[in-house]
């Protein structure tokens, strides 16, 4: 996979960022291919590789857009250490000098969305802990979190950071696009190709497990940071009752096949922009 320095990663100035069209979108990824995901990078066993899996978790289970759970070409406002905030029964964790098991057996972990495409900064959104033993935020975000605090990093670092020998390095959405489609490629049978899937998709992978397990579209919409009733704009997504058991509830919707005849595909295909904006 290719890597970027943190210091080196530079933005192109005449990108132009559109919607993208139908031909160009992505589709959701059922869980089970995640699963595979995370079992490839787990053999793997390289640090770009675990990296990628951890911020793919994150990315998925906070309906997280490339930019903010990983590096983009454009307009990064990547979550920082500062952003993370990690709870055990309610009781907050310093980040710095908890010990690593303590922090890997949180029970909710936060994200503090700084600066946001709808404009409204610093809102925190929470998950709590699934109950997996990887694919959980919580654990995923702690083992990023241990990684980062024991090579020297601040609270101004990327938390797609990595450290491999003395360099920095950034997990980019070319790295989490080549993680997904190589998980895709071992899971035929969930109807979709490696071309279907990049690093955008995990936005829609989230807000489609959350859909399948019954969660209501307001849920949906909070989660994903959704503004299109003012209502929502008065509503609190940090609060525990919202967030109490929705990472179990989307590994448990996520188990699906994107092939016709199927709810999951039907929902997709009814109303697929939904899931993206």
Known sequence: HRQRRCADYKLPQDLVLRRPSAEERVKPIPVQVLHAAQRIASANGSLAMCASARLMWTGFFFLGRPGEYCAARSGN????????????????????????????????????????????????????????????????????????RAHGATPATPLCAFKEGTTWFVVTSTMITALLREAVAACPECGITPADVSARSLRASGAMAMLCDGLDTDHIKLFGRWRSDELLTYLHVQAEPVYRDVSARMLRGGVYNLVPGTQAHAAFTAQPDSLYH
């Open 77 to 148: 406002k990547y979550f920082r250490l500062s952003d993370v905030q990690l709870l055990n029964h309610g009781h907050n964790l310093d980040l710095w000098s908890t010990p690593e098991e303590t922090l890997r057996r949180s029970t909710d972990a936060h994200l503090n969305f700084s600066d946001q495409k709808n404009h409204h900064r610093g809102e925190k959104v929470g998950q709590k802990a699934s109950g997996h033993p990887t694919a959980s935020p919580t654990v995923a975000i702690a083992d990023q979190v241990c990684h980062l």
